[in-house]
Each structure stands twice: as C-alpha cells, then as structure tokens.
C-alpha cells in the first residue's frame, strides 16, 4: 500500500473477502506477527489519535475473533475483508447482524463497522446507527468511558 494514498482511497480500494474461518486464523496470524503501526477505528466515532500497541492489537483481535465466531451463525466467515492477503495493511469488518449488500443496489453501501488500519483512519461517516451494545463492547475493549 503506498503511503501517497490517503486512508479514504485505500477504504475504496480493492479488498478480498476472507471466506473461510480457517483463512481467518491466518490473517490474524500476519497481523500478529508484525504488530507495531496499527489503528483500529469504530465507524462513526472519532478515529483514533495513536496506534495500538502490540498488547492492545492482540486483545482487539481475539475479542474481535470471538465477537464474530459468536455472533456469525454460519460455518464459513464472510464478514472481514482484506486489502492485500499476503500482506495485510487494511481490513474491513462487518458487523454480522448488518452487513447489508455489497452490490450497493438501491442506495448506500453499508460501511463495516470496524477497521483494522496501517494507516491513521479519519472519521468514517455510517447511515445506520450505533447499537449501544456495540459501543459499550467497543468502550470495554478500549477502557473508554461514555
């Protein structure tokens, strides 16, 4: 990903649909492995000002990994999306109970609810309210308060 871009043109980039929880695991694993450079956002709330730290990446994506094992009642994946799966430096992620459609017939697309960036996000504006169960998961994650 080239650093000339800025984060909206890399949010309508090209992605690949991580299918399989199995290749789920794996993506994980590449995040993991390089740890240091990577924001994580909430769609529609102000983005954050400083990269994770190794410690907090690894507590996003197991709590992440087991909020769409959860939730996700399906025996594929299909709800996280990639940029570069050799090499991931953006990822999407839907939330599973309103993903919407990604053809974007009859109007708006609906934005994942979560991104997991190598490059600082800016404020990603969303047509579908917050649940206040997923901004208190989101807060609880973060220690914020509300």
């Not at 907090?56 to 959860?70: C, R, V, Y």
């Not at 990822?91 to 991104?115: A, H, T």
């Amino acid at each position: 990903m080239s650093e000339a871009k800025s984060f909206a043109e890399c949010m309508n980039g090209r992605f690949y649909g991580v299918l399989q929880w199995a290749d789920l695991d794996k993506l994980w694993e590449k995040v993991r492995a390089e740890p240091e450079g990577w924001y994580a956002a909430l769609t529609g709330e102000a983005p954050p000002a400083n990269s994770l730290t190794p410690e907090e990446l690894g507590k996003f994506i197991t709590e992440i990994d087991a909020l769409l094992h959860k939730e996700h009642h399906y025996d594929y994946c299909g709800v996280v999306y990639v940029d570069e799966p050799g090499k991931p430096n953006l990822l999407k992620i839907f939330d599973p109970y309103n993903m919407g459609s990604g053809c974007r017939v009859g109007g708006e697309p609906i934005p994942p609810l979560w991104v997991l960036s190598r490059i600082q996000p800016t404020l990603m504006a969303s047509n579908i309210p917050l649940s206040s169960s997923r901004k208190r998961w989101w807060q609880s994650l973060f220690g914020l308060s509300s």
